[in-house]
T-cell receptor
Framework: DAGVIQSPRHEVTEMGQEVTLRCKPISGHDYLFWYRQTMMRGLELLIYFNNNVPIDDSGMPEDRFSAKMPNASFSTLKIQPSEPRDSAVYFC??????????????FGPGTRLTVL | GEDVEQSLFLSVREGDSSVINCTYTDSSSTYLYWYKQEPGAGLQLLTYIFSNMDMKQDQRLTVLLNKKDKHLSLRIADTQTGDSAIYFCAEEARSFMNTGFQKLVFGTGTRLLVSP
């Protein structure tokens, strides 16, 4: 398997623009996670899905952020409108459900977002 | 709430041992983890320890867990320049939605610099 795939790898946009980040999880994985990494706050869980259903979005910073998972092989994280403080690296991760044995989360390479 | 703390920076010489420390707050954490992040890449699981263990050794890596003090450490023996990276400690925490899924809470990461 190619691992978790994220696109784009880098995104530079202007304040106020809409940004869409994309993720393809590892095939067959049950869970998908979106994280944000900043120098100030470290790595934060934004939202996660189980079998395409959003389960816990308590980490989503505000209404400007939304995430969808229309099918098992694709998820998006959208920021509208974007602000400079949204600049960060956004990671997607996926994992199999724990069935008797624990399964690790596999991380994608991340999308570096810069909002000017 | 859950919180994980790490020192931000560690510098060692090649061949020395490195010890990275972490404190966590959730006493119910079942597993504790160490992840490695190389420049421009996502997080990669290095090792993990179950909460009923005091120590786990895996080749050059030794994990020590002090549950009483909620202290976790990662020792890297014979540190190499290729070990230069950011190391994250993570604990499991019950998802706010209490779905039974253990979400990961990460520390801010310790940047390890290994000089020749």
């Amino acid at each position: 398997d190619a691992g978790v795939i994220q696109s784009p790898r880098h995104e530079v946009t202007e304040m106020g623009q809409e940004v869409t980040l994309r993720c393809k999880p590892i095939s067959g994985h049950d869970y998908l996670f979106w994280y944000r990494q900043t120098m100030m706050r470290g790595l934060e869980l934004l939202i996660y899905f189980n079998n395409n259903v959003p389960i816990d979005d308590s980490g989503m910073p505000e209404d400007r952020f939304s995430a969808k998972m229309p099918n098992a092989s694709f998820s998006t994280l959208k920021i509208q409108p974007s602000e400079p403080r949204d600049s960060a690296v956004y990671f997607c991760a996926s994992k199999l459900r724990d069935r008797g044995t624990w399964n690790e989360q596999f991380f994608g390479p991340g999308t570096r977002l810069t909002v000017l | 709430g859950e919180d994980v703390e790490q020192s931000l920076f560690l510098s060692v010489r090649e061949g020395d041992s490195s010890v990275i420390n972490c404190t966590y707050t959730d006493s119910s954490s079942t597993y504790l983890y160490w992840y490695k992040q190389e420049p421009g890449a996502g997080l990669q699981l290095l090792t993990y320890i179950f909460s009923n263990m005091d120590m786990k050794q895996d080749q050059r890596l030794t994990v020590l867990l002090n549950k009483k003090d909620k202290h976790l450490s990662l020792r890297i023996a014979d540190t190499q320049t290729g070990d230069s990276a950011i190391y994250f400690c993570a604990e499991e925490a019950r998802s706010f939605m209490n779905t039974g899924f253990q979400k990961l809470v990460f520390g801010t990461g310790t940047r390890l610099l290994v000089s020749p």
